[in-house]
């Protein structure tokens, strides 16, 4: 446990959990072993340049990587973005703290011997409470001409990308490939009309009838019994007509010769 303080005026002390990151051999290979320092019970507030400053004094520092929990994997690969694809952090995290050489592992678990190590100096504060706030805030406001200019340049990353794909496509069109297939494309003779409000409305009005027309007018059993039961009343009642009409014409039958 390293114990830290964020602040001169911090009374109690901040405990870091620290240990030598071990894996297996080729299962992570962003964070090396035997120069990597694994940290747990890390505050939302404190970031790689806390963690740099903190663990520099044990020998160089590589890297520093902030997740929000343990887990083998690739190095992740860093946003470019000023406005987009942000995450808040809510919790504490964990870090992987790589050092230039094995030294470095060592000497950041002595220093756990020493009393409170002080973060936050006058030429790199680490803002906590109500000044991370504000600093939160004023961050999330965006400038106009920069969000501009980068929803610009991603357009025309994009539109370049689409250009290489279709040219791509139409060299490729109607060729076949090395078992003799051809790749059949959208595009032809007639290519789709897009559908206009009124074709729409059309669309949606046919669905709407085939929905209808398929559903079940007798869902459930008791419906599905009592309409059969309907259908016999029905059939006895007509038997019972037409056995009075035979009755009544085979009494007013009269012979008639002529």
């Known amino acids: 446990a390293l114990a830290v303080k964020f602040g001169a005026r911090q009374r109690s002390p901040h405990c870091l959990l620290v240990k030598e990151h071990q894996v297996r051999e080729g299962a992570d290979t ?83 011997q020493e009393g409170p190590l002080l973060i936050s100096t006058e030429s790199h504060p680490v803002k906590t409470g109500i000044s991370k706030w504000i600093a939160s805030y004023e961050a999330s406001i965006v400038d106009p001409k920069e969000l501009k200019a980068e929803v610009d340049a991603y ?24 078992e003799g297939w051809v790749k059949v494309t959208r595009k032809g003779r007639k290519p789709g009309l897009p559908r206009t409000e009124a074709a729409n409305l059309r669309v949606l009005e046919k669905e709407k009838r085939k929905r209808a027309r398929k559903e079940l007018l007798n869902f459930y059993a008791w419906q599905h019994r009592e309409t059969k039961r309907e259908h016999i009343a029905q059939l006895r009642k007509k038997f019972e007509e037409d056995k009075q009409r035979i009755a009544l014409m085979r009494a007013q039958r009269k012979f008639r010769p002529y």
């Open 30 to 112: 962003a964070h090396p072993p035997r120069r990597t320092l694994f940290v747990l019970n890390v505050p939302p507030y404190c970031g790689p340049d806390s963690l740099t400053r903190l663990f520099s004094r044990c020998g160089r520092v590589q890297s520093v990587d902030i997740c929000d929990k343990p887990g083998a994997g690739e190095k992740k690969e860093k946003t470019t973005s000023k406005f987009f694809n942000h995450k808040t952090v809510t919790g504490f995290q964990v870090a992987y703290v790589v050092f230039r050489k094995p030294a470095g592992v060592q000497a950041a678990k002595a220093l756990s």
């Open 155 to 178: 357009m025309q990353d994009y539109d370049k990308k689409m250009a290489e794909e279709e040219a791509k496509a139409a060299e490729e069109e109607g060729v076949p490939d090395e």
